[in-house]
């Protein structure tokens, strides 16, 4: 499958397929939250979705499934804090992942929570893998699809062979003078696997 692409080579590798989506990403690469990130010595930016090969992406779920066109429009970026204390991931939803019209399917929010925990709690953990042992998910208020998100995770405790770590989501454009609002929140639990150093190698291709 070659060689997996570095972080800094996940910036450049992605071509957008049309001009909505080319808007979107560049949307994203220079809005304030992405530049303010980008400028921290702590933070490693970096877009997980596309190190993973061509051939497999489309068996992923975020990365394949759900990628495309009024759906995860263009691959999210990530700024992952170093040895896993926190991370910021930013993408843009589109209206096909919807439960009710107009409004952003709950088991989607929930999967992206799911996966975003673990990206930020994987990096603190003795083998940098685990799997998802418990996630619980607070919807707080509905979530508008056609906009642009930012989910926002720290780690807040390691022990052995488990980590734990909590996060949201909210908006990534808020009123001028307003905070943004979370969304839906969420905690998790995730445990290494007792094979972990056997794994490892499996875990970081599809990292």
């Not at 905070?179 to 970081?204: G, W």
Request: hydrophobic share 40%; net charge negative; charged share 25%.
């Amino acid at each position: 499958m070659g060689s997996v692409p570095t972080d800094l080579e996940t910036l450049s590798i992605y071509e957008a397929p049309d001009d909505f989506s080319r808007e979107v990403d560049e949307h994203i690469r220079n809005s304030e939250l992405a530049k303010s990130l980008r400028a921290h010595p702590d933070f490693i930016e970096s877009r997980p979705h596309l190190k993973i090969p061509e051939e497999v992406r489309q068996h992923n779920l975020t990365a394949g499934t759900l990628a495309g066109p009024n759906m995860i429009t263009v691959p999210p970026y990530y700024f992952n804090e170093k040895d896993g204390k926190s991370m910021v991931q930013i993408f843009y939803v589109g209206s096909d992942c919807s439960g009710h019209p107009g409004i952003v399917h709950g088991g989607f929010l929930a999967t992206m929570l799911d996966e975003g925990l673990a990206r930020c709690a994987f990096p603190a953990m003795p083998n940098k893998v685990g799997v998802t042992a418990n996630l619980q998910i607070n919807y707080l208020k509905p979530t508008m699809a056609g906009q642009f998100l930012v989910l926002k995770a720290k780690t807040t405790r390691i022990d052995g062979r488990k980590a734990w770590a909590e996060g949201w989501i909210e908006s990534l454009e808020v009123a001028e003078g307003e905070e943004p609002q979370k969304l839906v929140e969420a905690n998790a639990l995730f445990v290494e696997p007792k094979h972990a150093k056997v794994l490892k190698s499996l875990y970081r291709a599809a990292a």
